[in-house]
């Protein structure tokens, strides 16, 4: 019988109705456990209360937390599950497949859009799938398991704010697909996948700026002293309004000629961005210092750059790692 953590960091799941009538974190990872009564014919399963927060305040520093739970007992079991709040999730799972590459053994998310606390929720069986496919032997890397589908870390996103089918896997397959209780795998465990290779340093120092337009170019220098990095939310494939005539050409030019990255995605869901497309693209491609998240998700693509400004020493390392692809980030 395999054995695993279940790590409990708070989020709906894990939420009870307080005296003014809202949902906050309060159930602990014993009792999640209670209310899947089943799981002890599964496998051995241990619990941790590593937080007992709603996801809106979970961020880098619990990244690194739940990635060190990960490590530190990374021996001792087979698989791991991570029991988190729906609304920052996919940047959770994002930074655990940064800061866990390369695993064999499962390290899943779950959560749910209504309280295992209450009667009718999703709670129970996202928490049973979640852990029935950490027992699986087609299980591997960091997986988001919500409403019967699997989901690569990389590529999860909340897609719908109430539904229970709240993600979905972006421009990519999903890894598998529960049918009742009975798994079906799509994509096995990848050539070179043993034990995880850790990372510990993540660099913050991110802005991400989403363009409407008529916005002003002076924005962009008041970020300088506060940021290491800018990503830049375009329209359509990509560009700049005004194109290399522009104010915002102008300033994103004067960002990368102080020795920062500026990465180009794109505010429209799928199929990512392609800056040689236009003409008001083409000028900002040419930009040392630009880059591109193509078909990178968002969340993803904040996420690792600041794992790739954590790990380099320089603008050109930094670009390097957020260009090399992680976990089948980049198609």
């Known amino acids: 019988m395999k054995r695993i953590l279940l790590i409990a960091t708070g989020g709906t799941i894990a939420s009870r109705p307080t005296a003014a ?16 009564p089943e799981l002890a014919d599964v496998c051995r399963i241990d619990a941790v209360q590593l937080y007992n927060l709603d996801s809106t305040s979970i961020g880098p520093a619990q990244w690194a937390g739940i990635a060190a739970a990960v490590r530190r007992h990374y021996d001792e079991y ?6 988190h709040g729906t609304d920052t999730m996919a940047y959770t799972a994002a930074a655990l497949s940064y800061m866990i590459q390369r695993s064999a053994k499962p390290v899943v ?11 009718d929720t999703d709670a129970r069986n996202n928490l049973h799938r979640a852990v029935l496919y950490a027992c699986h032997p087609a299980a591997w890397g960091v997986q988001l398991v919500f409403d019967g589908k699997v989901i690569l870390g990389t590529r999860a996103r ?5 539904s229970f089918n709240a993600f979905s896997s972006i421009d990519y397959p999903c890894t598998a697909e529960f049918r009742d209780l009975r798994l079906v795998p799509f994509l096995p465990c990848p050539p070179g996948y043993g034990a995880a290779q850790f990372y510990e340093k993540l ?3 991110v802005f991400v700026l989403r363009l409407v337009p008529g916005m002003r170019a002076d924005i962009i220098p008041l970020l300088a002293g506060h940021c290491d990095a800018l990503i830049l939310e375009s329209f359509g494939v990509g560009g700049l309004p005004g194109g290399d005539e522009g104010a915002l050409f102008a300033a994103v030019r004067d960002w ?5 990255l500026a990465v180009f995605t794109t505010q429209v869901p799928h199929e990512g961005s392609d800056l040689g497309v236009y003409e008001v ?6 930009l040392p210092g630009v880059v591109e998240a193509r078909d990178m ?18 603008r050109d390392e930094a670009a390097r790692l957020f260009l090399t692809p992680v976990q089948f980030d980049l198609a």
């Open 78 to 83: 087979d698989g791991f599950v991570v029991t």
């Open 203 to 205: 660099d913050p120092a």
């Open 297 to 314: 998700t968002p969340e993803a693509a904040a996420v690792k750059l600041m794992w790739a400004l954590g790990q380099a020493r320089g």
């Open 158 to 162: 909340k897609t719908r704010t109430k």
């Open 109 to 119: 998310l779950t959560g749910s859009q209504k309280s295992i606390y209450s009667r």
């Open 21 to 36: 009538g809202a949902l906050a974190p309060a159930l602990t990872s014993a009792e999640l456990l209670a209310c899947v």
């Open 281 to 286: 693209g083409r000028a900002a491609k040419a």
């Open 256 to 260: 990368c000629a102080a020795g920062r």
